[in-house]
């Protein structure tokens, strides 16, 4: 990953901005690289939270395979980032890819990350195929 994401055109995009706190800063006096995971977590649980339904909450769990992630610039304290994530265009069987962008308050990249989830049936505890009407609702 070496060029800056931004979602497609007409993509849906969700957001939130995040404050670090005191134990996020590192002996770097900048946020730590691994908080920046943990917020883009943040964003992706909070997205499918806001658009899925209770009986998906309630059958289906997604579960991280792998995540990459550039690093930028560094967040300072008191600078509260902007984060942005979206999906793919289509799923391949249960996994799904996930974008996030972590941006400064001047707009400057902080972070972006890459993550591939996979769809787990909480019944089984299988993977699941992603439907196609969700991958329309995310997207």
Known sequence: MSRAFEPPAGRRVFTRDFTPLDTDID???????VVYLAWAQTLAIAHWDSAATAEESAAWAWIALRHEVDYRRAL????????????????????????????????????????????????????????????????
């Open 76 to 139: 300072l304290p008191g600078e509260t980032a902007h984060g942005r994530t979206w999906v793919s265009d289509r799923a391949e069987g249960p996994r799904f890819d996930r974008f996030v962008r972590i941006d400064g308050p001047d707009g400057a990249m902080c972070a972006q990350v890459r993550t591939v989830w996979c769809l787990i049936d909480r019944a089984t505890g299988r993977p699941r195929r992603v439907p196609a009407e969700l991958v329309a609702r995310f997207g």
């Open 27 to 33: 002996a770097n006096g900048h946020v730590n690289n």
